[in-house]
């Protein structure tokens, strides 16, 4: 086992694992921008070295000032959290050729599920079922050809990267060039590769995914299902488990996890997301690190992933078999995010804090009064986790978690949630991806 952790990260999610490694008895180390100084996570952690300024691209996109953090330290590995280098083979390979440990999967692997175009030809391969599309793009006038064969309306991708960057709805062939041409232009700023392919766009689907976890021994655990289909612009706001898959659809899902595991010689916790049009299953990507809303699935499984995670890192065995994970009541994770009602992000100081309490309601933060939320970075400034015994007692114990949920001194989308819990594609279930916006055209 380690005995010393360095966090590339910040914010809730170098909070949660910080926290898990105190638990563990190994030391935490934190880095942080200048931005960050009276982060909570540099106050928390056993040490805290300053790798750059507020820009992500100085500091927390700094593989090198990471790097150097990791040496002067002496951390025998690296949790890179989610989003900036968490996916990043580069950063991976880097951390082995320093004798760092990174905690996940190796650099290849992460690569290979990185490249959306190859994670769906070796999963096609491995037998799961893919959204009908094409192979990557060279030119608008394959797009064009291509547009015509799977039909619209269709789904310009990116080949890299995610948060739904590099993606363009297409309803029709007059809108094909524009929407081409930005989607490259964006994949391109965005993760240095403009690469691009095409997928059918399904509608009135959910977005379903399978939570996993896998050793160096060929064992392989899947956790669950959360759905994550109440979404805006790609990004999700309310998940939840178990999902309204039924028995059947369920049992294929935990299958395809298995299979794509074993086909891509996965270690460590992934995600892989699929879509569900009511009748099938189709394979969308697999993420190769920890999920913002992990929590979902720890509270219905009572299973740290975080932890595990660090220990099939480290060389350990899973101690649990599939036989082993038992699944109880009902969990919902709401993102609480630091924007208005235009979804405009809300900078600035925390004059006031009261956090919910009472069974079985967890609040994953980083905020605490007096705290100043920078504005150099992502608006989630939390996730409030409730879990009940049934979904309609999870909704109520949501909905009274936030309203007591108070915080002063900024905009923040509690309210925006309730009116979420409370559509009635909600309550009974029914909702898919197109949910937020049908609200909105209500309003």
């Not at 990174?102 to 959204?131: C, H, N, S, W, Y």
């Not at 964006?186 to 997928?199: H, I, K, L, N, S």
């Not at 996993?212 to 392989?220: C, E, Q, R, W």
Request: glycine content about 8%.
């Amino acid at each position: 086992m380690f005995s010393k952790i360095l966090i590339a990260n910040r914010g809730e999610v170098a909070m949660r694992v910080i926290r898990a490694c105190k638990e563990m008895g190994v030391s935490a180390v934190a880095v942080f921008s200048e931005a960050d100084r009276d982060a909570l996570h540099v106050s928390l952690a056993d040490e805290a070295y300053c790798i750059g300024k507020a820009r992500t691209q100085d500091s927390y996109l700094n593989i090198n000032a990471i790097l150097s953090a990791a040496m002067a330290s002496k951390a025998e590995a690296i949790h890179p959290g989610y989003g900036f280098l968490s996916e990043n083979p580069e950063f991976a390979r880097l951390c082995e050729e320093n004798c760092v440990a990174f905690i996940g999967p190796g650099a290849d692997i992460i690569a290979k599920m990185g490249d959306k175009d190859e994670a769906r030809r070796t999963m096609a391969q491995a037998g799961l079922p893919v959204i009908p599309g094409s192979d990557l793009l060279s030119h608008i006038d394959e797009a064009r050809r291509e547009s015509r064969r799977i039909g619209f309306p269709l789904l310009i991708k990116a080949r890299s990267g995610g948060g739904g960057k590099g993606i363009r709805l297409v309803n029709d062939e007059s809108e094909l060039e524009r929407a081409y041409n930005s989607a490259t232009a964006e994949a391109q700023a965005a993760f240095g590769d403009g690469a691009v392919y095409m997928e059918k766009y399904l509608t009135r689907v959910k977005h379903i995914e399978a939570q996993v976890i896998a050793d160096n021994f060929g064992n392989i655990l899947c956790l669950g299902e959360r759905d994550c289909s109440m979404q805006r612009g790609k990004q999700k706001l309310i998940e939840e488990s178990p999902s309204s898959l039924d028995g059947d659809a369920r049992g294929k899902m935990f299958d395809y996890a298995v299979l794509a595991c074993r086909a891509s010689n996965y270690r460590g916790v992934g995600t892989l997301e699929f879509l569900y049009d009511g009748a099938s299953l189709y394979f969308m990507e697999m993420n190769t690190r920890l999920q913002v809303e992990h929590p979902v699935t720890e509270m219905r499984t009572q299973v740290d992933l975080v932890k595990w995670q660090i220990r099939v890192a480290s060389g350990a065995k899973l101690s649990l078999a599939q036989k082993d994970i038992s699944f109880g009541g009902h969990a919902i994770e709401c993102r609480i995010n630091a924007e208005d009602r235009d979804f405009r992000p809300s900078p600035g100081t925390i004059k006031m804090l009261h956090v919910p309490g009472g069974p079985w309601v967890r609040f994953d933060t980083a905020i605490y009064q007096g705290y100043t939320i920078p504005p150099f970075y992502d608006s989630m400034i939390g996730k409030l986790i409730v879990h009940a015994h049934t979904r309609d007692e999870a909704i109520r114990k949501m909905k009274a978690a936030l309203c007591e949920l108070i915080i002063e001194g900024i905009d923040y989308n509690a309210q925006l949630q309730m009116e979420l819990l409370s559509m009635p594609e909600f309550e009974n279930s029914t909702y898919t991806t197109e949910a937020i916006d049908n609200l909105r055209r209500q309003v």
